[in-house]
Each structure stands twice: as C-alpha cells, then as structure tokens.
C-alpha cells in the first residue's frame, strides 16, 4: 500500500516502467551468469539515453543444472545455470496498478545467439490478432524487448560471450492484477503486459491508457468486428450490450478519452461506431473538449439553457436549469417540460465527432443518466 499522500503541495515524482524494470533484472541475472557478480543495484540506459540506477531486491542463481551439453559460443559459460534478479515497481506519483510490485527476470545462457523472451508467472500472454505482438508471444512489448535486447547484447560484448539468452520475466501477483486491466479483453491471458515506451512513468500521464484504447480498437478490427461501442464506463457498456448485443471485445472502454477514440478511427476506421457515456460527458463533447475529464473539461450548465432555449424553453426553465447542481437535474427539468436536451446533446456530439472521424465511419451517440437509461440518441 502506498504511503499516505502528504497534504502539503509537492512536485510529482516520476517512475520506471516494467520495461525498465525487467531491463534491470535481465541484466543483473545474465551478469552473475557470465561474470559471477551478484547485483544489488543495476544500471540501465533508457531509450532516450537516460542512464538510471535501479535497486534490486535480490539476485542469485536459482539453479544448477547437471552441466548439459558445452556451450561452444561461450568461454566458461554452463547452459545449464538459471540465475534470477527481481525489483520492486516503482511507478512514482502515478496510479499505476503495478505499483509496489515485484518484477523479475530469469536468465539461461542459449548457445544460439540472440534473446528468446517468455512468459513467466504473472505475464500475459497474446491470444488474439491485432495486437503489435504475434498470437502465442508472451506479452512483452517491443521496446521493452529491445531494451533488454540491446544490454545483453552490450553485456555479451564486455565479456567475450558469443552465445545467447533465454529471458523469461514475471510479476509477482500479475495474473490478479491484470483483472484490474483491459488485457482480457484484448486478449492477453494470464498475466500483465511488461510495457513502456520512454522507461520512465510520468504521473498521472495518460499515454498508457491511450494507448490501450488503440490496442482495443485493432483488436477488435483484426478479428473482423465492424461495429464497435466506444463507452465512458461500466453502465454505458452494459447500456450498449443490451441495445446491440456486442460482445466485450467490441466494447472499447474508453474512460474520459473520447479525443483518443475519434482520431484513431482516421488510421483505423470501421463501418460504424457508437459512442455511450453520461450526459454530462457527452454534453462536454457536445461544447467541443475531446478530454472528458473534470480537470481538463467542465460541465457548462449556462451552454445547456442556451441549447435548451433553442428548443422552447422558457425563461423560468432556462432560469432553473442554470441555477441546477448537476448536469443530470438540469436534463430533468428540461425533459419535464417536453424539451429534448438528451437529443439535443447528441447530435451537436455528433457532430463534433463527425468533423474527425473520416467519412465511411457512420458514427452515433447515445446518452445514459445514472441509472444507465438512455436518454438522448442521435444517428
């Protein structure tokens, strides 16, 4: 568990991906391999020439093996050892789900040259097409695998060692922590995915779930489903479910990042998309902001009397309308007197989508209260 938040103002501390984190463990565990040290602390070099200390939490041989046969790529080298490293996730300031957990590498010296990655307990992996990752390869992701490519291959210079690794990467836990993910959906089975792009987390960044929206809407082409649903929550998703019968993988959790969404359809379009959220949410698309959320974006009770009264309302409405408390009050009061704010909140969504989305995607929107009712629709 984290530490609690001291309440005084203070810049947000940054922290390392589990890329970053299985580069570490790779290296310290191939380096007791070939050198015989045991690492209480590795360095690595990021992928924007960042150099960085991480602290493990050990380092040892996990296993000798009965010597097997030599390894002619190697001076000294025995096939047969495993050696291991692990470190504590450390995410910064940011709410990431591997917070505090243990990540570790195991290595095996492969006489073959090159890295061979696999999935070890608590890593996911791939099962459906779409993804950046072939179907049956663990979920490591591309520059995480090239991290650690690039410090063995480093390695393996300093040493004189021409044969090469088998790394297999875990997380203590990953397989509980990944159901708090979307890789059951995209399907990523049993485990997390090792990520990063830059090695380091900013906090409160939202690249990562950006980026999972993406995956979700490949995936979801890749498999050959045209229709998808891109929805703020659970009660918009299981709004969408029962109005259309999709399944979860064509149901794109997309959060507060509508914005994400829409400019993705420009590099992969599909035939149609619904978009489901709040009222409220989606009466902030409808004023133009493609970030839904309440830091970036607020709801704007003045705007919906003004659309209200365009539609009929009177000045005792409108009136009322501003002076509401909540963007869901303001709907009631409206639809009291048979003016259509729901409606009216769509189709200016609508077309605020529709200035992004290339023309083939034929987009709709729909808008839920708190009890998951819709109550606007616009197509």
């Not at 906090?203 to 950006?210: D, L, N, V």
């Amino acid at each position: 568990m984290r530490d609690e938040t001291s309440e005084q103002p203070a810049p947000l501390r940054s922290g390392y991906t589990t890329g970053s984190c299985a580069t570490a463990t790779s290296l310290a565990a191939a380096r007791l391999l070939l050198a015989g040290e045991v690492s209480e602390v590795a360095e690595i070099v990021l992928p924007k020439g960042q150099r960085v200390p991480m602290r493990l939490t050990f380092c040892r041989l996990l296993e000798t093996g009965d010597g097997g046969e030599s390894d002619e790529s190697g001076e000294g080298s025995d096939p047969g050892r495993i050696a291991e490293a692990g470190t504590i996730k450390d995410a910064g300031d940011d709410p990431d789900v591997t917070h505090g957990a243990l990540v570790f590498a195991r290595v095996r010296l492969l006489a073959e040259p090159g890295v061979r990655f696999r999935a070890g307990p608590g890593v996911g992996t791939v099962t459906r097409a779409g993804l950046t990752l072939a179907v049956g390869e663990p979920a490591i992701n591309p520059v995480p695998r090239q991290m650690m490519a690039r410090h063995l291959d480093e390695l393996a210079e300093q040493y004189g060692y021409r044969g090469g690794f088998e790394v297999t990467v875990g997380v203590e836990g990953g397989a509980q922590l990944a159901l708090k993910t979307m890789n059951p959906r995209l399907g990523i089975v049993g485990g997390l995915s090792i990520l990063g792009t830059t090695g380091i987390v900013r906090p409160f960044s939202c690249s990562a779930y950006i980026a999972s929206i993406h995956q979700g809407i490949d995936v979801a082409r890749a498999n050959g489903y045209t229709h998808l649903a891109a929805c703020t929550g659970n009660a918009s998703e299981d709004a969408m479910r029962a109005h259309y019968g999709l399944p979860d993988i064509a149901l794109i959790e997309m959060g507060d990042f509508v914005g994400a969404v829409l400019k993705h359809m420009k590099r992969a379009p599909v035939e149609r998309l619904s978009i489901c959220g709040g009222f409220g949410k989606l009466s902030k698309l409808a004023a133009g902001h493609l970030d839904l959320h309440s830091r970036n974006s607020s709801i704007d009770l003045e705007q919906l009397a003004t659309w209200a009264a365009q539609h009929g309302a009177d000045d005792a409405l409108q009136a009322a309308m501003r002076a509401a408390n909540t963007s869901q009050q303001a709907l009631a009061l409206a639809h009291a007197r048979q003016v259509p704010l729901g409606d009216m909140v769509c189709r200016r969504a609508l077309a605020v989508a529709r200035d992004i989305v290339p023309p083939e995607v034929n987009v709709e929107m729909f808008a839920i209260d708190r009890q998951g009712n819709l109550v606007g629709v616009a197509r």
